[in-house]
Each structure stands twice: as structure tokens, then as C-alpha cells.
């Protein structure tokens, strides 16, 4: 199969920032027709105004992703949507001992069940039409954990995996299923979305942390690169039918999923890691 060629009918939940704004456009650029949702559609104000001033065709919906009924009334015309790209999400920053389970469970209603609830939203219509597309915007950390964010890579993990049967079961019904694994980028809103325990601050596993996050420079030797790599990777994702189930995006993604599967075991990657990034605390 090649690329479509023809126009299509795309949604994208989380689409006012980051990887979602930028997918938008990119998508709307080439000519498809993009419904950008967001939970307030008055945060959408920057992307209708870039897509105003380019005459592209997106419009907005509300969606929430932890809402069971929201997502049903954005997506009641899923018979004629093509493609679906979950890319809302945030991030549970912080000691895994320090989560509680109100925490977690928001970790997961929302980068888990969430795409869960906007899936089971399409596939009835797209198994009786015989066709559709959907995108997870997943993560490396889906791939290889990170410490100090054990309850984010907890929910990337699932995503994988939910991702990985879909792909199966979808594929006798002619729809596809992609997961896109960005590793870590310049700035995007996507810090602002970022939540950590209350007893965080100021605590051992915080300097800990910050010890871990400036080591990471020494991960590739290269500046993080620009999120437009990611927004690229939807866009082949959601119009490519030769894109594979999963793509890696960003040379410190593809440096870990490679050692990782390179290690025998475990604790042989643990150990190359910590001389790579030379952190031994």
C-alpha cells in the first residue's frame, strides 16, 4: 500500500499546543480536513488564528478524553472521520513511592483510558465501512522507563501494548494502527501539563532527579531536536499505510529501543546507561 493521495477527515485530540497544534497544521497544509480537539476550545484561539491567517480547514470541538460522554458527542460522526490521533496526555512527575493512587489513577484515566474511550468510539462504524487510521502518540519511555517518572511510563507502557494487540485485531477490518515514540524535545507546552506529588519539592528524590535530567545531555551529545520531527511522524503515520506500527523519533529514542534490545539482560543495560550518562547516583 502507498501513500493517500486523497483528502481526508482527520481528528486529533489535544490539539491547542506541542505536537498536536503542530500536527494540525502540517496536516491541514496538506490539504486534509482537520477537526483540532481540545477540553476548552478557547485555548484553540492560537491555532485557528495561524490556520485563519493560512486559509487552512481546521475546525474545533471539545473533548475530553476522561469523559465518557464528551467523547462520544466529538466523535458521533465517526463514519466520517478517516483518522484518529490521540495525542492528549500528560505527565506524573516524581518518586513512584510518592504517587498516590488519586494520581495515578488520573495518570492513566487520561493517557490510557482516554484513547481507549475515543477508540471504542470508531471502531463500530470503521469495522462495518472497512477502513480508518489511528495514530497513539505514545513515548521512548513506553520503551525504556524513566526514573522519577515511573507513573508516566507506567501509562506509555499500556499504551504500547493496547496499541500492539489493536494493530492486530484491527487489521482483518482494513484499519490500521500506528504508535509514534518521540524521545525528548525543545520546548512545547507539554512542560506545562506536567504534575508532581505534593511532597516533591525539596525532597532527596528531587535532587536525585535533577542530577538524572542534566545527565541526560550526555545521552546522544546533541541539543534536543525540534518538534516538528514529531508532528511529521503523525503526519506520515496518519496518511503512509507502508508506516510501520511504531516509529521511534529522536536520536536519544533510537540510541535507547537499540541498546535496550541489544542487552542481554536488564541490568546490563542499567549498567551501560549509568557509564553512558556517567550518573551513578
Avoid at 493521495?5 to 502540517?26: E, V
Avoid at 529522536?250 to 535496550?260: E, I, P, T, W, Y
Wanted: a negative charge; charged letters at 20%.
Amino acid at each position: 500500500m502507498s501513500k493517500i493521495t486523497g483528502k481526508l477527515r482527520i481528528l486529533i485530540t489535544g490539539s491547542n499546543s506541542g505536537f498536536g497544534q503542530l500536527a494540525s497544521l502540517s496536516l491541514a497544509r496538506l490539504g486534509h480536513d482537520v477537526i483540532a480537539t481540545m477540553r476548552d476550545e478557547s485555548k484553540g484561539d492560537a491555532l485557528m488564528a495561524s490556520a485563519g491567517a493560512e486559509g487552512l480547514s481546521i475546525e474545533t470541538r471539545p473533548l475530553d478524553v476522561c469523559d465518557r460522554s464528551s467523547v462520544e458527542a466529538a466523535l458521533a460522526d465517526a463514519d466520517e472521520i478517516d483518522v484518529l490521533i490521540n495525542n492528549a496526555g500528560f505527565e506524573v512527575q516524581g518518586g513512584l513511592e510518592m504517587v498516590d493512587d488519586a494520581l495515578m489513577q488520573s495518570q492513566l484515566d487520561t493517557n490510557v483510558v482516554g484513547p481507549l474511550r475515543t477508540i471504542r468510539a470508531v471502531m463500530p462504524a470503521w469495522r462495518k465501512r472497512g477502513s480508518g487510521v489511528i495514530v497513539n502518540v505514545g513515548s521512548a519511555v513506553g520503551i525504556v522507563a524513566s526514573p522519577y517518572g515511573g507513573a508516566y511510563s507506567a501509562s506509555k507502557f499500556a499504551l504500547e501494548g493496547m496499541s500492539e494487540a489493536l494493530y492486530m485485531e484491527a487489521a482483518p477490518d482494513g484499519i490500521r494502527v500506528h504508535i509514534i515514540e518521540p524521545g525528548r524535545f525543545s520546548a512545547t507546552n507539554f512542560g506545562d501539563n506536567i504534575i508532581r506529588p505534593e511532597n516533591w519539592v525539596g525532597s532527596q528524590l528531587e535532587q536525585r532527579q535533577i542530577a538524572f535530567r542534566e545527565a541526560l545531555s550526555n545521552l546522544d551529545g546533541s541539543a534536543p531536536p525540534d518538534p516538528q520531527d514529531v508532528a511529521d511522524a503523525i503526519v506520515k503515520a496518519a496518511t503512509d499505510a507502508s508506516t510501520p506500527l511504531r516509529t521511534l523519533v529522536g536520536n536519544d529514542a533510537l540510541f535507547l529501543a537499540q541498546l535496550r534490545r541489544a542487552s542481554d539482560t536488564y541490568e546490563a543495560f542499567e549498567k551501560a546507561i549509568r557509564e553512558r550518562l556517567n550518573w551513578y547516583n
